[in-house]
Each structure stands twice: as C-alpha cells, then as structure tokens.
C-alpha cells in the first residue's frame, strides 16, 4: 500500500475524557496492559504497508511524542518524513486548528504535498481495532466513490451521541447521514476512519476553510453528499470495534479485552500491534497471591489477590491487597491490605497500606497520575 | 581510515557447543538458549557491557550462529546500534577466502586482531557468552589500570571442597597472582576464576600471535595464554567479585538458575537495584491473560501467555499457552510453547516451541534429598496425547 498516506488526530475527544486526558493527549491514553491508544491506529497502518503518517496534535502532545519517537517500532523510521507531529504552531496558525479541515488545509503545502501517495486514510486513536486496512483500501477503489468511511453496527443504541452516523439500504447504499446525533439501533456508526484520493481531500479542505467551514464530518462529509457534491461509500467492519469516546467507554473497553473473544480479535494473526519497547522483567506471582481473569503486563509484582483488572507494566501490589475490576496504569504501587473495586489508577499513582477505595462501573474511582493516598 | 580511539574492547566468546545442554543446543548456540522468561544467555553479558559504559563488542561464534545472528541483528536492544563500535558477530575468517574453525579461545581471538586493531583500545576485555551474573566491568577495569596489571582475572571464591572443579588463582596478599592450576588435585586457595578477563591489548596481542606460531599449544586462554603471560613475568592480578554468577552450561545448572530467579528475594533478581537493566530483544507481545481457573504461585511469567492451568515454582516465558488442568511444577518452559489439556510437568525444561498434547506427563516429582533429575523436551519438538517422559529422560 505504498500509494496511501496515514493521517491521525491525536486529540479528538480529549475534552469528554476527563482528568485522563489532562497531561495527555487522547491517543497517548494507555490501553490494553502495554499499549497507547496511538498504537493500534498506527499498526494498523504500518501491517498494511503505509509508509508516511502525518499526526495532528494540539496541545499536551509532549507524552505522544516520548511514546512515539522516531516511529521505529513501527519501522516509520525508515523513510524520509516517515512520521510527521502536524501541530498548529509549526503550520503558521496561531491559534488552535478549528477543526480537522483546518489542520489539512494547514498541512497541505507541508507534509501532504511532501508525500506522492494517491490516497489517504484519516484516522484518530479512538476507536480500538485491528484492521486489515488494505480490505477498506481495495474496497473503496472498486466502489468508485469519492469517499469511504469505516462504519460498525451495534454501536448506535439511541443513547450513545455519534460523531457520523450513517443507515444503508438494502443495496449497502448509504441512504440516510447524521452527525453528532444518538443514531437509533439501526444506523451504522462511523469509526472515524475515512479513504479518500488525497488530491480530493486537500482541494476540498481549502475550499471548506475558505467558507469558514472546520468541521470534517459535518460541513464536509455530510454537507457536500447532501447537497450531491460527494459520493460517500460505507464500509462495514466485522471485527471488534471498541469506541473509547468517554471516561466510562475508556473504563469498560479497558475491562473488555479479558474477554477471550474481545482479546483475540484485537490481537489477530498477521495484525501485530506494535508499541514502544521497555525492558521490563517478567511478572512475578508471589506465594500467597491469588490472580484471575487479569491481563498482566511486563514489570509487574504481584504478591496480593486480583481479580476482573488490567496492571500495566511495573505495578506492585502487596501482599493482602485486593484490587478488584480496576485498571491499574504503569508504576502504581499498591500497600498491604489495601482494597480496590472500580478504579482507575493513572500512572505512578500510590496507594498506601490499608486504603479502601470503591467506586461503581458507571463511575470509577480516578486517581491522577502521582496520587499518593 | 582514522578511527577513534576505544579504551576497552570486549570480546565475547561464543563459540562454544555446549555438547552438554544437549537437545537445547540440536540448533542453537549456547549463548542463544532462552532464560529466565524473556531472555536469552548472552543478553546477560552484553547488558553488563553497555551498563559498564562498553560499546563495542565483538562476539565470536561457530557453531549454529545463525540463530544468534539473527537475535543479535544490528544491536539495537541493547542500544549497540553505533556507527563507530556497537556489536559486531565474527564467524572464523568473515571476510577471508580461507575458511578455518576457530581452534581455541584464544585462536577465537587471534582470528580477529584486525577487529580490535581498528578501534587501538588499551584493554581487551574477554567474556564467555554461558554465564549468568550482572556486573559492572568499569569497576574491574578501574581495578587494572590502577594496579598496572597486563591481566586482570574476576575470580569468586568457591567452597573449598569444590575448588578442584574449577581453575585457581593462588595470590598474594596484595591480589597479584603468583600460580594459576587448571582443576588442581589439591587446591591452596578458593579463588575460582570466572573466565573474565581485561588484558593489556598490547601484551595480549603479542602472546596471541607467539601462541599461533606454537605448533604445541591448543590455543587455549585458560591452558595455554594465561600461563605463558604468567610464566614470563608479567603482572597477573585477581579481581575480586561478590555476588551471583553461574555457569548455565549443563541442564542442571540451568534449570537450577531459572529457578535462582524465584522467591520475594530471589538468589539473582533480574530487576536488581533497577540501576542495571538486563536489555533483550522485545517482540510485540499483548500482554499476558490469566484465567479464572488458573493457580499461579511463586512464579515468573513473561508477556504474550495465555494461563489457564496452573503454574507453581516455574518460569513461563514468551507467548506460550499453558490450557486449563495442566500442572506445571519446578518447570521451565522456553518460548512459544503450547501446553494442552490435562499436561502435567514437574522438574523439566520445555525448550522453545514444542507443542505438549492434552494428557502428557513430563518429569515426575522428588522427595526431600533425593537427587534431582531434570526431564528435557528439545526444541519444536511435539510431545503426543498421553505420551510419557520420564524423569531426567532427554528428547
């Protein structure tokens, strides 16, 4: 897939995560025991043989950029302009993109233009998937349509506001389009993953910015197909879709991949997802501890019981604590006797010996990253 | 062309066949044999040379290098990817049309002068690539620089009983060694050497290429270099170290140090003070499910398992699959191995892999002070259903 380009937002829902979200931007967000929500987009991109990746970032982009590097775990590294942080700043705009057209305009007579690539899939970090990106690619060229956009049914329950939803008809045509709307059960939401030509995509861009136009889905995508201007194609994806659009959504797909068949779609054969490496030793399980049903990453000490949680790389958990349902990020040290139900433990966060800490599914108990309790 | 100058070289030899880890080592250099979880031997002995601030290393291989190549590959874990120095696999004669064995250690060496010649350092440092153990070179070359020695020998002390397994180092009160006896009969001191040395480059260079000329010798550090160095007046001294260090090179011992790394306060703890990290070569592994059903004691298990049996005093390394009902007891099982239904294993090693199908029994248990005999199932090997291995049985 050397004729596509990748183009990530890094930010997109920063703002409905939270105090997740406050040093950090939404892709950076840790996911899965080892990994950055960045790096299943990315991977994604990388198993289908992209080559040039652009990422969007505003503002709290210095742990991206830590985690990301260079982009050699996913060998981005290898190429001139392999990855590039598209920030407002380094694009002569001073203030914030007003949206993603703004930021493509922006970075068309930069990283866009620098790329020979025909196509360009758009993509933000989250929506958690495994996906063979060459499928989408060699569907949407067949269709002839000017814009295909990744779609998954069972997210829209009437409830859930959807940033594009889209309802097909019997022909797999889109026949109905909506934006920020709570879809009812049968329309198809998008995953924020779009395919497009890139000449298409930058000439429309400049013209939106023109009209004061910003806002990708809205006053591009479905305004233009409204008024007949686009053809919009609609891709269904079959796999595991984890949208983690929210604190609570961030909580329960954190949860999710203890679930065998969860887990086993997003960890595929032939879809490795890649991450920045760390030398970490493996897990410890101590004499008297009791574990199940977690995902335990690399580092981790484990010497008290655990049931239903996630631990990140590095966490100690000592002897007589009991987590329960929680996430647990990098580095947390967790004191004796210490009890935990429906938490979510940001990195290096420190629990002291004898500490009780109950919190609900619909509303986890947040520690932020440092906490001492 | 001008290169900069290195204060130290170090040179890892291995070559070794390592005849006695058997099956393990059917296709695989000693030094690549997996331990501990998520390494593998050498990882043990580079990472002590980049956390000694060394950054070039050359290691000498023969015997089934491929695989070690290929887990070596530029250097980048262990941050030896340099333009200048970094890690560098020498087979016999890269590069010459003659093709030759090496025919000892120092032949290893003498083979490969021009390597070291290029970056002119004023020590050599000589490794073995069959050790466990961390630690800090930069002290032990500090060491012989400031006693001006043309070699420096790491030695350990070892009980006095077992001292006529090993070769000694009789010194003088101030370090220097005055006798070296290879496996004495009876032992006069305790000082085992631990087959590390630092060598002045030049004094070295110039024995290497006499002991070529010998038609005699064997080319041999231990029974031909070191004695020749000693015997000619030169100043030989001991470094003393302390702490753990273990020679893997027999099943015993190694399935001994994978089980060393057990326990809250473990014999080795690969974490350590965190200061000197033990860097491997990673591979993008989820990390690790543990069922339900599982009964995980006092063990270590490394990234990419799935876990539903259960797994006491053992070591689980890399992507392996451990299904429900299977019982694993004082076993190391190496990578990539799928353990099916109903397997139970007690004192063995698993090499890297294998598929055990559902009803297996590997190994079998020991009481207090009966000896040990540890069960092996070789690399990619298929145990089938039901199949029996016996305790201490190699396949």
Same mark, same amino acid.
């Given at each position: 897939?050397?004729?596509?380009?990748?183009?990530?937002?890094?930010?997109?829902?920063?703002?409905?995560?939270?105090?997740?979200?406050?040093?950090?931007?939404?892709?950076?967000?840790?996911?899965?025991?080892?990994?950055?929500?960045?790096?299943?987009?990315?991977?994604?991109?990388?198993?289908?043989?992209?080559?040039?990746?652009?990422?969007?970032?505003?503002?709290?982009?210095?742990?991206?950029?830590?985690?990301?590097?260079?982009?050699?775990?996913?060998?981005?590294?290898?190429?001139?302009?392999?990855?590039?942080?598209?920030?407002?700043?380094?694009?002569?705009?001073?203030?914030?993109?007003?949206?993603?057209?703004?930021?493509?305009?922006?970075?068309?007579?930069?990283?866009?233009?620098?790329?020979?690539?025909?196509?360009?899939?758009?993509?933000?970090?989250?929506?958690?998937?495994?996906?063979?990106?060459?499928?989408?690619?060699?569907?949407?060229?067949?269709?002839?349509?000017?814009?295909?956009?990744?779609?998954?049914?069972?997210?829209?329950?009437?409830?859930?506001?959807?940033?594009?939803?889209?309802?097909?008809?019997?022909?797999?045509?889109?026949?109905?389009?909506?934006?920020?709307?709570?879809?009812?059960?049968?329309?198809?939401?998008?995953?924020?993953?779009?395919?497009?030509?890139?000449?298409?995509?930058?000439?429309?861009?400049?013209?939106?910015?023109?009209?004061?136009?910003?806002?990708?889905?809205?006053?591009?995508?479905?305004?233009?197909?409204?008024?007949?201007?686009?053809?919009?194609?609609?891709?269904?994806?079959?796999?595991?879709?984890?949208?983690?659009?929210?604190?609570?959504?961030?909580?329960?797909?954190?949860?999710?991949?203890?679930?065998?068949?969860?887990?086993?779609?997003?960890?595929?054969?032939?879809?490795?997802?890649?991450?920045?490496?760390?030398?970490?030793?493996?897990?410890?399980?101590?004499?008297?501890?009791?574990?199940?049903?977690?995902?335990?990453?690399?580092?981790?000490?484990?010497?008290?019981?655990?049931?239903?949680?996630?631990?990140?790389?590095?966490?100690?958990?000592?002897?007589?604590?009991?987590?329960?349902?929680?996430?647990?990020?990098?580095?947390?040290?967790?004191?004796?006797?210490?009890?935990?139900?429906?938490?979510?433990?940001?990195?290096?966060?420190?629990?002291?010996?004898?500490?009780?800490?109950?919190?609900?599914?619909?509303?986890?108990?947040?520690?932020?990253?440092?906490?001492?309790? | 062309?001008?290169?900069?100058?290195?204060?130290?070289?170090?040179?890892?030899?291995?070559?070794?066949?390592?005849?006695?880890?058997?099956?393990?080592?059917?296709?695989?250099?000693?030094?690549?044999?997996?331990?501990?979880?998520?390494?593998?031997?050498?990882?043990?002995?580079?990472?002590?040379?980049?956390?000694?601030?060394?950054?070039?290393?050359?290691?000498?291989?023969?015997?089934?290098?491929?695989?070690?190549?290929?887990?070596?590959?530029?250097?980048?874990?262990?941050?030896?990817?340099?333009?200048?120095?970094?890690?560098?696999?020498?087979?016999?004669?890269?590069?010459?049309?003659?093709?030759?064995?090496?025919?000892?250690?120092?032949?290893?060496?003498?083979?490969?002068?021009?390597?070291?010649?290029?970056?002119?350092?004023?020590?050599?440092?000589?490794?073995?690539?069959?050790?466990?153990?961390?630690?800090?070179?930069?002290?032990?070359?500090?060491?012989?620089?400031?006693?001006?020695?043309?070699?420096?020998?790491?030695?350990?002390?070892?009980?006095?009983?077992?001292?006529?397994?090993?070769?000694?180092?009789?010194?003088?009160?101030?370090?220097?060694?005055?006798?070296?006896?290879?496996?004495?009969?009876?032992?006069?001191?305790?000082?085992?050497?631990?087959?590390?040395?630092?060598?002045?480059?030049?004094?070295?260079?110039?024995?290497?290429?006499?002991?070529?000329?010998?038609?005699?010798?064997?080319?041999?550090?231990?029974?031909?270099?070191?004695?020749?160095?000693?015997?000619?007046?030169?100043?030989?001294?001991?470094?003393?170290?302390?702490?753990?260090?273990?020679?893997?090179?027999?099943?015993?011992?190694?399935?001994?140090?994978?089980?060393?790394?057990?326990?809250?306060?473990?014999?080795?703890?690969?974490?350590?003070?965190?200061?000197?990290?033990?860097?491997?070569?990673?591979?993008?592994?989820?990390?690790?499910?543990?069922?339900?059903?599982?009964?995980?004691?006092?063990?270590?298990?490394?990234?990419?398992?799935?876990?539903?049996?259960?797994?006491?005093?053992?070591?689980?390394?890399? $992507?392996? &699959?451990?299904?429900?009902? +299977? !019982?694993?007891? @004082?076993? /190391? =099982?190496?990578? #990539?191995? %799928?353990?099916?239904? *109903?397997?139970?294993?007690?004192?063995?090693?698993?090499?890297?892999?294998?598929?055990?199908?559902?009803?297996?029994?590997?190994?079998?248990?020991?009481?207090? $002070?009966? &000896?040990?005999?540890?069960? +092996? !199932?070789?690399? @990619?090997? /298929? =145990?089938?259903? #039901?199949? %029996?291995?016996?305790? *201490?049985?190699?396949?």
């Amino acid at each position: 897939m050397k004729n596509v380009m990748g183009l990530v937002f890094a930010n997109i829902y920063d703002s409905s995560l939270g105090q997740l979200t406050n040093k950090r931007t939404q892709a950076s967000l840790p996911y899965g025991g080892r990994y950055r929500q960045i790096d299943f987009t990315l991977s994604n991109m990388a198993n289908a043989g992209i080559r040039h990746i652009g990422i969007v970032t505003q503002y709290n982009f210095q742990s991206l950029m830590n985690h990301i590097g260079s982009g050699e775990e996913w060998d981005l590294e290898l190429e001139e302009n392999g990855l590039e942080f598209i920030t407002p700043y380094s694009m002569g705009v001073s203030n914030n993109f007003r949206g993603k057209l703004e930021a493509i305009a922006a970075a068309n007579s930069g990283y866009l233009a620098k790329g020979k690539e025909e196509y360009i899939i758009l993509a933000d970090a989250a929506v958690i998937c495994a996906i063979k990106l060459e499928d989408v690619v060699n569907a949407h060229i067949a269709s002839g349509k000017d814009v295909t956009v990744v779609v998954k049914s069972g997210i829209a329950n009437g409830k859930k506001q959807l940033d594009l939803a889209v309802r097909l008809d019997e022909n797999g045509e889109i026949s109905d389009m909506a934006v920020d709307y709570a879809a009812p059960e049968d329309y198809l939401a998008s995953m924020g993953m779009f395919i497009m030509r890139k000449d298409l995509l930058v000439k429309s861009a400049e013209e939106c910015v023109s009209h004061n136009r910003y806002r990708f889905e809205r006053e591009f995508i479905l305004q233009d197909w409204a008024d007949g201007l686009l053809s919009v194609g609609a891709y269904q994806f079959d796999e595991v879709a984890l949208f983690n659009e929210s604190t609570e959504e961030y909580f329960r797909n954190n949860l999710a991949i203890i679930d065998k068949n969860i887990r086993h779609s997003l960890f595929r054969e032939g879809l490795t997802i890649y991450t920045k490496v760390r030398d970490q030793v493996p897990v410890y399980y101590g004499e008297n501890s009791e574990v199940d049903d977690c995902i335990v990453a690399d580092g981790c000490v484990l010497l008290g019981s655990a049931f239903n949680s996630v631990f990140f790389r590095g966490v100690k958990l000592s002897t007589g604590a009991s987590v329960k349902n929680c996430v647990v990020m990098a580095n947390c040290e967790i004191g004796i006797g210490a009890q935990l139900e429906y938490c979510i433990l940001d990195k290096d966060v420190k629990i002291n010996a004898g500490v009780k800490l109950i919190g609900t599914l619909e509303h986890p108990v947040i520690l932020n990253r440092g906490d001492v309790v | 062309m001008n290169f900069q100058k290195k204060r130290c070289v170090a040179m890892l030899l291995a070559g070794g066949q390592g005849t006695r880890l058997y099956v393990l080592t059917e296709n695989t250099a000693k030094p690549a044999v997996p331990f501990g979880g998520k390494y593998r031997i050498i990882d043990f002995p580079l990472s002590n040379c980049v956390n000694s601030g060394i950054d070039t290393v050359g290691i000498l291989t023969q015997y089934q290098p491929l695989e070690l190549n290929e887990y070596i590959g530029n250097g980048q874990p262990w941050g030896l990817n340099r333009s200048h120095g970094g890690v560098q696999v020498l087979p016999p004669y890269a590069g010459s049309k003659k093709s030759e064995w090496y025919k000892g250690t120092a032949n290893a060496i003498y083979q490969n002068i021009k390597f070291i010649e290029r970056y002119n350092p004023d020590n050599v440092l000589i490794l073995s690539g069959d050790h466990i153990y961390r630690m800090d070179y930069a002290k032990m070359i500090k060491y012989h620089e400031e006693h001006d020695a043309d070699i420096t020998i790491a030695v350990r002390k070892v009980p006095m009983e077992e001292a006529s397994r090993f070769g000694i180092m009789n010194t003088n009160p101030d370090g220097s060694i005055y006798e070296f006896e290879e496996k004495p009969k009876q032992p006069k001191s305790n000082n085992a050497s631990m087959g590390i040395y630092v060598f002045k480059w030049s004094v070295l260079k110039k024995f290497l290429i006499e002991d070529e000329e010998d038609p005699n010798s064997e080319n041999d550090f231990g029974k031909n270099i070191i004695p020749a160095i000693l015997n000619s007046g030169h100043k030989l001294f001991a470094y003393d170290f302390e702490g753990y260090w273990k020679d893997v090179g027999t099943i015993s011992s190694l399935w001994e140090a994978n089980m060393e790394l057990l326990g809250t306060d473990p014999e080795f703890n690969l974490y350590g003070d965190g200061s000197a990290p033990i860097f491997a070569r990673n591979y993008a592994l989820p990390a690790s499910y543990i069922d339900t059903k599982s009964k995980n004691i006092n063990c270590l298990i490394a990234e990419g398992c799935e876990v539903y049996g259960s797994v006491k005093h053992s070591v689980v390394s890399t $992507g392996c &699959k451990i299904s429900k009902d +299977v !019982v694993l007891e @004082d076993a /190391v =099982i190496m990578p #990539n191995t %799928v353990i099916e239904e *109903g397997v139970i294993i007690r004192n063995a090693i698993i090499g890297e892999g294998c598929t055990i199908r559902s009803g297996a029994v590997i190994g079998g248990a020991f009481r207090e $002070g009966e &000896k040990r005999q540890i069960a +092996v !199932v070789g690399k @990619d090997h /298929v =145990i089938e259903v #039901n199949q %029996v291995v016996k305790p *201490g049985e190699v396949i």
